[in-house]
Nanobody, 111 residues
Framework: EVQLVESGGGLVQPGGSLKLPCAAS????????MSWVRQAPGKGLEWVST???????VYADSVKGRFTISRDNAKNMLYLQMNSLKPEDTAVYYC?????RGQGTQVTVSS
């Protein structure tokens, strides 16, 4: 069964940075496109970014130029580097493999 464990969330001031790691196991990580999605309070799931097994990356317009998705296939790790954070980035962030998601990590951007 797919296992995904996010970490690295926390409270950060506007303009700050955070890097979210996601540890993957129980599936062939290198074969999968991996994504980050988020859910803000009272809102639905929002797709943030995807990295394909080829290394190609795509981003939502709301985070383009501020967030960077990356992966380390040797370590079965997915990352999301978030810079220039805004209050509207406040959400629970999930890594996803297909329809499977981890438990999420809370990111709060506030002064």
């Amino acid at each position: 069964e797919v296992q995904l464990v996010e970490s690295g969330g926390g409270l950060v001031q506007p303009g700050g940075s955070l890097k979210l790691p996601c540890a993957a196991s129980e599936f062939t990580f290198s074969n999968y496109a991996m994504s980050w999605v988020r859910q803000a309070p009272g809102k639905g799931l929002e797709w943030v970014s995807t990295i394909y097994n080829t290394g190609t990356t795509v981003y939502a317009d709301s985070v383009k130029g501020r967030f960077t998705i990356s992966r380390d296939n040797a370590k079965n790790m997915l990352y999301l580097q978030m810079n220039s954070l805004k209050p509207e980035d406040t959400a629970v962030y999930y890594c996803a493999a297909g329809s499977r998601r981890g438990q999420g990590t809370q990111v709060t951007v506030s002064s």
